[in-house]
Nanobody, 118 residues
């Protein structure tokens, strides 16, 4: 079992930036993709971004493309999400997870709240 701990969220004005971090413990990173997801109040959890082992392959939801950047540090078992040009609709709890064939592998962590004010 892998434990996932997200951090770095907060309250920011529209147009601002935040950098989220995800620490994975329990075992070292496998060669699977890692992904970020988010869940806004009253909505289903949705995919945000994913990154492959070598960091060459990345994929983003259309809603964040060009504004968010996912990265990973395999030596530290860390995944990051740099979020720029934030919009009020980005307000959500953000989660990370390891992916296998696009499916999250582990139980969700507590997430980190991102609130963007207009």
């Amino acid at each position: 079992q892998v434990q996932l701990v997200e951090s770095g969220g907060g309250l920011v004005q529209a147009g601002g930036s935040l950098r989220l971090s995800c620490a994975a413990s329990g075992r070292t990173f496998s060669r699977n993709y890692m992904g970020w997801f988010r869940q806004a109040p009253g909505k289903e959890r949705e995919f945000v971004a994913q990154i492959g082992w070598s960091s060459i392959s990345t994929y983003y939801a259309d809603s964040v493309k060009g504004r968010f950047t996912i990265s990973r540090d395999n030596a530290k078992n860390m995944v990051y999400l740099q979020m720029n040009s934030l919009k009020p609709e980005d307000t959500a709890v953000y989660y990370c997870n390891e992916l296998q064939a696009g499916t999250p592998l582990w139980s969700w962590g507590q997430g980190t709240q991102v609130t963007v004010s207009s």
